[in-house]
């Protein structure tokens, strides 16, 4: 998963699986340094997903919450691959 949003944003990122699984804190805080950058006036974050149990495809339920600063645009992307 990436997120990206303004350096001076501190969101947070969790999701909801369609068949009951819960990630509360996929993303503790776009100022974490261990999964954020700082490039230019954005924090890029970037976030591996534990290994799941095959499921058949449905609606995932994704909550940015921004925790501090002016008003953002923030941008969450979730790409599936095979390992």
Not at 36 to 61: H, I, K, N, Y
Request: glycine share 4%; proline share 7%; hydrophobic share 45%.
């Amino acid at each position: 998963m990436t997120v990206i949003a303004p350096a001076s944003a501190n969101v947070g990122v969790s999701i909801r699986t369609w068949y009951g699984a819960i990630f509360p804190s996929i993303l503790t805080s776009t100022h974490d340094p261990a999964s954020c950058r700082t490039r230019s006036s954005q924090a890029v974050c970037f976030e591996r997903f534990p290994l799941l149990e095959t499921q058949q495809a449905g609606t995932w339920t994704v909550v940015a919450s921004k925790r501090s600063g002016p008003a953002a645009t923030i941008r969450v992307a979730i790409v599936f691959a095979k390992p």
